[in-house]
């Protein structure tokens, strides 16, 4: 992972070259950032446009908060409901999530970060794929929308994606977002299923399905990774 030093301090980041027509930048923690650009930008061009961010990234890294781990919370908000949350120790791992009663049941051999996250992260993501499709079905719905596949990572760089042959690709953790940036995420990747890059008919029509959409973006750069549980 390459790094660079901006006001005497150190940052590692990493660079992700996709289908985009600009270069942007999305910090993941105090000492880190992403870098995603179009296939053919240069390093030379991803090191000038990184330092002449450099007084946003030094500015924003220091207001980004570190991961809470789960050991230490007592609640999480999903979509805007908050589900409580108990962690305790036991002889066998087991994470057992129960959406009617907005409760979560965490039971691990070791209290520690790491194990937690190990037991708790496949459970969670396997939720968030049923929350993530339920609301893609009745977005599909009401706007016509058709997609091909659905999958979920846990990409730093961006937070979702849509392919050539209509497939639909989110991070997981975004079911931790506000529900009208939850929202607003997976229209801007439906909206790619009829316009391919970010021209200026893309907005016009996400404008459409999403009349906050430059607010709900402005958000996600600014403050979605301080919504991550897992960076």
Not at 61 to 69: F, K
Not at 101 to 126: D, M
Not at 175 to 190: G, M, N, S, V
């Amino acid at each position: 992972m390459p790094s660079i030093i901006l006001a005497s301090k150190k940052f590692r980041y990493t660079i992700t070259r996709q289908s985009a027509r600009s270069i942007r930048l999305r910090l993941v923690s105090p000492r880190s950032f992403t870098v995603s650009c179009p296939r053919l930008t240069s390093d030379i061009a991803i090191h000038r446009f990184i330092l002449q961010h450099s007084d946003w990234i030094t500015k924003n890294s220091l207001r980004l908060p570190p991961p809470q781990s789960l050991v230490h919370l007592t609640g999480i908000a999903i979509l805007g409901q908050s589900y409580s949350l108990s962690v305790s120790r036991n002889q066998h791992d087991s994470v057992v999530i129960l959406p009617d009663q907005l409760q979560i049941n965490i039971n691990s051999k070791a209290l520690s970060p790491a194990h937690i996250r190990l037991i708790a992260e496949p459970r969670l993501k396997r939720f968030a794929y049923t929350l993530i499709r339920s609301e893609l079905s009745r977005l599909c719905s009401q706007f016509d929308f058709t997609y091909s596949r659905l999958s979920l990572k846990n990409q730093k760089s961006v937070f979702g994606s849509c392919s050539s042959k209509n497939n639909l690709n989110f991070n997981w953790q975004i079911i931790f977002f506000p529900p009208d940036k939850f929202r607003h995420i997976l229209l801007h990747e439906l909206t790619h299923l009829l316009h391919r890059n970010h021209s200026r008919d893309y907005w016009r029509q996400l404008a459409v399905y999403d009349p906050d959409y430059a607010q709900n973006n402005r958000w996600l750069k600014t403050s979605g990774i301080r919504f991550l549980l897992f960076r």
